[in-house]
């Protein structure tokens, strides 16, 4: 083997180990939306936001769908919950408990402190690799090879114990920061227990952390317990408005995300409460029964008619079973009512513009305009709405507003850059220079061609 393949084998190698540890971070997910769980995010996020010493307005709150039992903080200062956290947390003290943890991650920088665990561990993958090569070319086949599976064993170790030592150390930080906000730290006792449950049922051993990225919950709650007990609000109980909205937005996301079958085996007709009515009217939805939907959530606006979120939910039902006109009511009140909730927009936005193409209206569509920019000016990232707005320019025969919209859509979503590139090149040359949309074309042409330049490294690495 000559010098240049050893240092290619020895460099594959070794990205093949740091892969396998950075892996699961690295998966794809599926970000969702809904106006009124962000807004619940936002109203238990900033107490707790507060007391970590972070600007709630840096900070964002996100829902990924996937049905793990887990939560995350990025770079960037996000946090997202999984889909299936939410379904598994029966109480809002849970969620509370699982983002003081989270924000932990954020205030200590983690995410960016990642490569003080992945550079100690690379390190010793490399010197481990060198040696079992050297005794490859040696001859020395089988010692070549172990001396690579301990190396990968140990920087595996070292990545592991600095991960678990980064757990601990935020479980104490999201402790601080729930005493501080005055909230009972019970939730984030109770998850741990569930999530020690899970180790039992799974048959995970509990005598050895070893091959963990976490400490094993019952060692977290044993840390933990003392702590949270010294606090004034411990066993306070949960703020009943806040849990009131939570069950009725988990209750929504069941809906959603179960088979309508189970959905009403779990909220069976004989429950009233708002969040078996809100669980059925999505199950209803799906099952293609408008009308049953409907009625289940007109019982609820009976009560409070001037809920947006129980008006948005009505508008998207009629709005995705074709009734557009009778959509566009109650989702124009739910846009009054929220102040304008960028995401309730949007919706109406859409049914908009599907009035306009029913009824070739121009009103409608400049109507929808008007909603879609307001929509977009206080929440830039959403490709749908710019998906939207790409309908108003076609059938306007506004060609470079037009390509404009195509590329924040294709720039949002990761598609091609290219494709990004010459939508945002047309858009330059059509707009009129120095205006505020002509400098965001420009922006977007630089950094599709940034974006390019960085896939042509990865490729040519």
């Not at 070319?137 to 140990?154: L, P, R, V």
């Not at 919950?217 to 949960?238: D, F, I, Y």
């Not at 939570?246 to 809906?255: D, P, S, T």
């Not at 009512?337 to 927009?345: A, H, Q, T, V």
């Amino acid at each position: 083997m000559n010098r240049s393949r050893l240092a290619s084998a020895i460099l594959a190698l070794s990205m093949l180990v740091v892969a396998q540890i950075l892996a699961p971070a690295a998966r794809a997910q599926s970000l969702l939306r809904d106006a009124e769980t962000e807004q619940f995010f936002r109203d238990i996020g900033e107490p707790l936001m507060t007391a970590a010493g972070l600007d709630p307005r840096a900070v964002s709150i996100g829902l990924v769908g996937s049905p793990e039992i887990n939560a995350f903080a990025t770079l960037g200062q996000s946090v997202y919950f999984y889909t299936g956290l939410l379904v598994a947390a029966d109480d809002v003290l849970e969620v509370q408990g699982v983002l003081a943890h989270e924000l932990g991650h954020v205030a200590g920088g983690h995410a960016v402190r990642f490569n003080e665990g992945v550079a100690p561990a690379t390190n010793i993958t490399l010197l481990s690799l060198v040696l079992g090569a050297a005794l490859l070319a040696a001859g020395a086949g089988d010692a070549g090879m172990a001396a690579m599976m301990a190396g990968q064993q140990a920087a595996q170790g070292k990545f592991l114990a600095f991960s678990r030592e980064q757990e601990s150390r935020t479980d104490q930080a999201g402790a601080q920061y729930l005493q501080k906000a005055g909230v009972d730290g019970q939730g984030m006792i109770s998850f741990f227990k569930e999530l020690q449950g899970q180790e039992y049922r799974l048959a995970i051993p509990q005598d050895n952390a070893y091959n963990r990225t976490h400490p094993l919950s019952g060692e977290r709650v044993s840390a933990l317990q003392h702590v949270l007990e010294q606090s004034p609000s411990w066993k306070k109980g949960a703020d009943p408005a806040l849990q009131a909205r939570y069950q009725r937005i988990r209750a929504k996301l069941i809906g959603y995300v179960s088979e309508p079958k189970d959905t009403l085996k779990a909220y069976p007709l004989s429950d009233t409460s708002a969040p078996a009515r809100v669980a059925r009217a999505y199950a209803f939805h799906k099952l293609a029964e408008p009308e049953k939907a409907i009625a289940e959530l007109d019982a609820l606006l009976k009560v409070t008619p001037n809920d947006p979120y129980l008006l948005e939910m009505k508008g998207q039902v009629q709005l995705e079973s074709g009734r557009v006109a009778d959509a566009i009511p109650p989702l124009r009140e739910a846009v009054a009512r929220s102040n304008g909730n960028p995401l309730i927009s949007g919706m109406l936005g859409h049914a908009l513009v599907q009035s306009g193409e029913q009824s070739g209206s121009s009103a409608s569509f400049e109507e929808a305009e008007k909603v879609l920019r307001a929509s977009l000016a206080r929440d830039h990232d959403n490709p749908f709405a710019w998906m939207q707005l790409e309908t108003v320019y076609e059938r306007r025969g506004d060609k470079p507003r037009l390509a404009l919209a195509t590329a924040e859509r294709l720039t949002l979503t990761g598609g091609n850059p290219i494709a990004a590139l010459n939508s945002a090149q047309v858009a330059v040359q059509g707009l009129e220079q120095g205006t505020p949309e002509w400098i965001r074309a420009q922006d977007i042409v630089q950094l599709s061609r940034n974006r390019q330049e960085d896939m042509a490294k990865e490729r040519r690495r």
